[in-house]
């Protein structure tokens, strides 16, 4: 009998050897543990668990309301269901933002109660620093360019940013300085494809992108996104791969159908004693 030996996990050199190579990345967010196994299975390079979280699983109407420990509870059960890929945990809004000896701390957090490998911040700016004060405390880094979703209010909404030439070099300029503050990796989200054509013989670390066009090192996606699951509106670089949530609602319903009509459950659903035994059960009830 075979032993299939547990897949190796991916490594940071892993990864920047895909870039060097031209292999593309890919990453997915997931917020549980049977969505880890899944993620696992398909063979993903980076899982990312996600401050969409809010939205997409705990009903929040923006990111801004999780908190540290609601998101530490959700990436501790991906870490469980995941061997190779790296495991990013993105830390919640106004987490770090305040001071460096904040975000190390909670960076920390991440790193010594959940499992991460490594961990993502928001934005450009005074973020920058923050990156920077992570990285020296020893935490691989993941920044986040364009559209941030934790200030999303201040940038107009959720809607694609670097539209003009100024704009767009101040999403470069952002990069730029993440990279030179020692991140590991770069999200860049929801601008023209051609900002990121721009930024990419810029950088030496790996890019992911979402919404960001074809250029970049990898590309993310929100699991329930992909999968049909989640039911709110879908931005335009969504793509469906599947439909599950029609799936979902469709076996939910044949299954309260069964249990109204009586269909379920049916013999082979249910478990039986021995004839004598019941017998006998009958007996001791008639002897009270």
């Known amino acids: 009998m075979s032993v299939h030996a547990a897949p190796r996990p991916l490594t940071l050199g892993d990864l920047a050897a895909k870039k060097d190579a031209g292999d593309p990345i890919v990453m997915v967010t997931a917020y549980d543990h049977p969505s880890a196994q899944i993620v696992e299975e398909a063979g993903v390079d980076l899982v990312l668990v996600g401050d969409s979280a809010a939205m997409t699983v705990l009903g929040y109407t923006s990111t801004v309301p999780v908190t540290i420990d609601e998101m530490l509870m959700l990436t501790r059960a991906v870490r469980r269901g995941l061997t190779a890929p790296l495991l990013v945990g ?17 960076a920390q957090r991440f790193v010594k109660e959940a499992g991460c490998d ?29 559209l941030t979703p934790q200030n999303a209010t201040a940038l107009g909404g959720y809607r694609a940013q670097g539209r003009t030439a100024e704009a767009a070099l101040a999403v470069i300029d952002d990069a730029l300085a993440l990279q030179d ?20 013989p810029l950088l030496r670390i790996p890019v992911i ?30 793509k469906r791969y ?22 379920y459950p049916a013999v082979e659903h249910t478990y039986a004693m021995p004839a004598d035994e019941a017998e006998r059960l009958h007996g001791l009830l008639e002897g009270r």
């Open 181 to 200: 503050a020692g991140c590991a990796l770069l999200v860049i989200e929801a601008v023209p494809a051609e900002v990121t054509a721009a930024l990419m």
């Open 118 to 146: 490594l961990v993502k911040i928001e934005r450009g700016g005074s973020t920058v620093e923050r990156a920077r004060a992570i990285v020296a405390a020893g935490i691989p880094v993941v920044g986040h360019v364009g």
């Open 209 to 238: 992108g979402i919404g960001a066009g074809a250029d970049a090192d990898g590309q993310v996606l929100v699991l329930h996104d992909l999968l049909g699951i989640y039911g709110g509106p879908a931005a335009k670089f969504v």
């Open 90 to 106: 993105d830390l919640p809004f106004g987490s770090y933002e305040a001071s460096d000896e904040l975000a190390v701390a909670t």
């Open 242 to 263: 599947a439909d599950l949530r029609s799936a979902a609602i469709a076996g939910v319903g044949e299954y309260a159908r069964e249990v109204r009509s009586g269909a």
